[in-house]
């Protein structure tokens, strides 16, 4: 195999009729969409500028007029649900959920557009770019936040961006109400087996949501809530409990983690818009999926 093609045939089939495809008409003649999507990733997993894509791609405004095309169209994410819909058919995802987020450092050249700081996201939809282009100033400067929740296996299921000071548990709402995976006959499954998250998402919310729907929480309780519980006496409600065989498998996100940061150009944000990144977030998602469904190691 090439090092220039990032994707096995197996891989490929499992994605090739669900992007653009020639429209018939007369034009421009229409671009090879495996070798434009395999220039994608390879910018993104050696994290280079656009400009310095390799000549074997082709034009590099036309790998990126794909790239921000598709990302304005939602075309990753339409592809993560079928491909989550067909391994929930065929038994491969774990219900356990786990949920956590990760600090991608903002390159200077990813900052350098107006933002208004502070200014929220709309996560209903995820196609319109926020604000602050999920750019924020945490402990170690500009920086994005990348919520994930994933299955027992560590596969992607849900993949939200927020400015980089932004705090977890506030996140975890807009998550679930992005789990929707689609199945054959009825409704779309939104609801997990149990969810594992570190301390962080320990709050009467959270707790409240998942104890009103019927999922397991396997969430620790910080020593704060603990000692205000203690002090309210019976009025304080009973101790948390926590599955603590369980919530051993919360690691499986932490190694998602260190997938995507393998892509240089996810572990650093070198791009001005937030719905461009996040495509390829979802994209790195994607190519999880397909190796699973494909078998490829």
Same mark, same amino acid.
């Given at each position: 195999?090439?090092?220039?093609?990032?994707?096995?045939? #197996?891989?490929?089939?499992?994605?090739?009729?669900?992007?653009?495809?020639?429209?018939?008409?007369?034009?421009?003649?229409?671009?090879? $969409?495996?070798?434009?999507?395999?220039?994608?990733?390879?910018?993104?997993?050696?994290?280079?500028?656009?400009?310095?894509?390799?000549?074997?791609? =082709?034009?590099?405004?036309?790998?990126?007029?794909?790239? /921000?095309?598709? #990302?304005?169209?939602?075309?990753?994410?339409?592809?993560?649900?079928?491909?989550?819909?067909? +391994?929930?058919? $065929?038994?491969?995802?774990?219900?356990?959920?786990?949920?956590?987020?990760? &600090?991608?450092?903002?390159?200077?050249?990813?900052?350098?557009?107006?933002?208004?700081?502070?200014?929220?996201?709309?996560?209903?939809?995820?196609?319109?770019?926020?604000?602050? /282009? !999920?750019?924020?100033?945490?402990?170690?400067?500009?920086?994005?936040?990348?919520?994930?929740?994933?299955?027992?296996?560590?596969?992607?299921?849900?993949?939200?961006?927020?400015?980089?000071? +932004?705090?977890?548990?506030?996140?975890?709402?807009?998550?679930? =109400?992005?789990?929707?995976?689609?199945?054959?006959? =009825?409704?779309?499954?939104?609801?997990?087996?149990?969810?594992?998250?570190?301390?962080?998402?320990?709050?009467? +919310?959270?707790? *409240?949501?998942?104890?009103?729907?019927? &999922?397991?929480?396997? &969430?620790?309780?910080?020593?704060?809530?603990? *000692?205000?519980?203690?002090?309210?006496?019976?009025?304080?409600?009973?101790?948390?409990?926590?599955?603590? !065989?369980?919530?051993?498998?919360?690691?499986?996100?932490?190694?998602?983690?260190?997938?995507?940061?393998?892509?240089?150009?996810? @572990?650093?944000?070198?791009?001005?818009? +937030?719905?461009?990144?996040?495509?390829?977030? &979802?994209?790195?998602?994607?190519? @999880?999926?397909?190796?699973?469904?494909?078998?490829?190691?």
């Amino acid at each position: 195999m090439s090092r220039f093609q990032m994707l096995s045939d #197996a891989q490929w089939s499992l994605i090739e009729e669900m992007l653009p495809r020639p429209t018939g008409r007369k034009g421009r003649p229409f671009s090879d $969409a495996r070798l434009m999507v395999e220039g994608i990733i390879y910018r993104y997993r050696c994290g280079i500028a656009w400009r310095d894509l390799p000549e074997v791609f =082709g034009p590099w405004q036309t790998v990126w007029t794909w790239h /921000h095309r598709m #990302a304005v169209e939602g075309t990753w994410d339409k592809v993560l649900a079928t491909l989550t819909a067909a +391994a929930d058919e $065929a038994g491969l995802v774990d219900w356990s959920l786990s949920v956590d987020s990760t &600090i991608a450092r903002a390159h200077q050249h990813a900052t350098n557009t107006k933002r208004l700081t502070g200014a929220g996201s709309n996560y209903t939809n995820l196609r319109v770019e926020p604000l602050d /282009h !999920a750019v924020g100033r945490s402990r170690g400067g500009l920086s994005t936040k990348i919520h994930q929740l994933v299955d027992g296996n560590g596969l992607p299921l849900v993949a939200l961006l927020t400015a980089g000071q +932004a705090g977890d548990s506030p996140m975890f709402l807009p998550l679930m =109400g992005q789990l929707r995976v689609v199945r054959p006959v =009825g409704r779309p499954r939104t609801r997990p087996d149990a969810i594992r998250g570190d301390k962080a998402y320990s709050s009467r +919310a959270i707790r *409240g949501h998942l104890r009103a729907r019927g &999922i397991k929480a396997v &969430i620790p309780e910080p020593s704060d809530q603990q *000692g205000h519980r203690k002090r309210r006496g019976s009025r304080g409600g009973r101790p948390v409990g926590l599955d603590a !065989a369980d919530y051993k498998g919360r690691n499986v996100i932490e190694r998602r983690y260190c997938h995507i940061k393998q892509w240089r150009g996810l @572990a650093t944000r070198y791009d001005k818009l +937030a719905v461009v990144y996040r495509a390829a977030v &979802i994209l790195n998602a994607v190519i @999880a999926w397909t190796r699973q469904l494909s078998d490829t190691p």
